[in-house]
């Protein structure tokens, strides 16, 4: 019997964006023309009264304005007819209904077994619609009567509180390079949807953007940038940005990849946007690097083995190898293999990366959020790192995959649309590559006689105490070549007052008033070589002009506190 075969029904003017989208990554037209012919095994057809999926509005193009990304200011929204691809044959037996945590596929029927793809992306619809025994006519759900059920995930931290300095004059946190939640919140503004405040993690807001920090000059691995300005949401307060650069690699370092493909039934409706991320991720690599190929969902299947890079045409070829296969979420064996794979394919002079396609929804092996997390740490000691991609809307499992990058050796992003890709894979594609500094923690410690109190905005998650600030072993994220991170910390001008005292540590001791803070840094080198860096930040330094970068921070912290819907 024939394999059935499946089409993506798409609007012929969202059809020429994409079309556009290849050729401006560096594909031919021919190259393009293949890309947009398929989709993960499914044909693309072109049809003039099919919808315009909604999430694509960041990518409109326009005769006189181009309306690509948000970052650039041309995010506008754009009105579209109402209905969506994604909302047909639902009635079909979901994954869910067949996978039970870590146990095998219950039986199903023969015409279900004839179909590879189990879970058939809403999108998808039989090719051949009358073949008896393999996959009977559906009808196709209303769009406007589909009831959506959202089941995403996240891991909402408390609040970091406000805190005396002679109670507590230092705080400890983990630099964070993600920018997942910044992207999911942009995501969710284009499509008029509610952002839940769970989802918001102000600090991936504010290092989502670049700022104007120069990189080392000397032979430090890191440059520091202090700004100081008012508080705009709290006349009695001021605001000190601390910026860090991470050091660029000083020569080019090869690429030896491994893509792992969620192509599991959760993820079919997001497969044009996994294969637009492959290209533009590809499109970037050179002569000297390699990459190779994984796809899973019940099982693992290498799709490409260690293909050189440098000729697009060999990319498309790989991408076009890709098959949807359905099913469950095996994402720990998909894992599993992809670390196996790159420890037998080892570049010791190179930077070898997994990077994880998927919406997170891991439902087969292990699946817990702290399952996972031992999982990808015992990782880390194999020198391979690890890129998260998050996609989807409604089964979203932020939290996991946040987990997986925070303790894996890596950073993680969300695509929404093709502006998401530009923006957070083609564009800053090298500064996510290679890592300078692994495990970077971060202490500031302000003076109790210029500052009373204070705050970190944000790094809710990402607070350490001091015995984890000193524990070469705690897993945190690293930085990139010449990345930036950025903390902002409110605090109250003045000298503090005793608020608790202590039997046996004094806390009225306020000496050396020739420094306002003192900034110590905690990091390993790439070769795991434990480093300690610090600078120290005048009491002139904050009578200095505000610096460029203020009102940018300023606008982007208050942003988030009032999604968060901070208590300050």
Known sequence: MSKVKYYITMNKEQFEEMRNFYI????????????????????????????????????????????????????????????????????????????????????VSAPMMMSAKMCMAPSMVPAERGITGVLPPMPMAEPAEEVQFNTAETHNAREIEEESTLDRPQIFFSANVNTASWSYIRDKVTRNER????????????????????????????????????CPWNKDDDLLMIGLTGQKASKKINQNLAFLVDVSGSMEDEWLLVQMSLAAIMSKLKKGDYMSVIAYSDETVTVTKKMKCGDLGDCVKAILAIDGIGGCTRGSKGMEDAYKYLADNYDKDGNNRVFVFTDGDFNFGITSEGGLSEFIYKKRE????????????????????????????????????????????????????????????????????????????????????????????????????????????????????????????????????????????HYKTPEGVDSVMTHVIKPEDLDKDEGKNMPVITLLAAFGLIIKDSDY
Not at 213 to 229: I, N, Y
Not at 419 to 426: E, V
């Open 24 to 107: 401006e990554l560096g594909y031919s037209e021919k190259q393009a023309g293949k890309l947009c012919s398929s989709c993960f095994g499914a044909e693309i057809r072109v049809e003039d009264d099919a919808p315009y999926r909604d999430d694509w509005n960041f990518y409109r193009r326009r005769d006189a304005v181009e309306e690509r990304s948000f970052f650039k200011g041309f995010g506008m929204p754009n009105a579209r007819a109402k209905g969506s691809v994604n909302s047909s044959a639902r009635a079909m037996m979901s994954c869910e209904e067949v996978c039970d945590e870590g146990a095998m596929p219950a039986p």
């Open 195 to 230: 952002i839940d405040s769970d989802f918001v993690r102000i600090e991936e807001i504010i290092n989502s953007y670049p700022y104007k920090m120069k990189a080392p000059k000397d032979d430090s691995l890191f440059s520091v940038k202090v700004e100081h300005g008012k």
């Open 382 to 521: 194999t020198g391979i790192y690890l890129s998260i991609v998050g996609y989807g809307r409604h089964n979203f499992k932020d939290n996991k995959m946040e987990a997986l990058a925070r303790n894996g050796n890596g950073n993680y992003t969300f695509v929404g649309n093709p502006a998401d890709i530009m923006d957070n894979l083609w564009e800053k594609l090298v500064s996510n590559l290679v890592t300078v500094a692994k495990d970077v923690k971060i202490s500031v410690e302000l003076n109790p006689y210029y500052a009373s109190k204070y705050r970190l905005i944000g790094y809710d998650a990402r607070v350490l105490t001091k015995q984890e600030f000193n524990d070469t072993e705690k897993a945190v994220d690293g930085i990139g070549s010449g990345h930036n991170v950025v903390a902002l910390i409110e605090f109250r001008k003045g000298k503090a007052e005793k608020v608790s005292s202590s039997r046996y540590v004094s806390t009225e001791s306020q000496d050396n008033k020739d420094e306002f803070a003192f900034i110590e840094i």
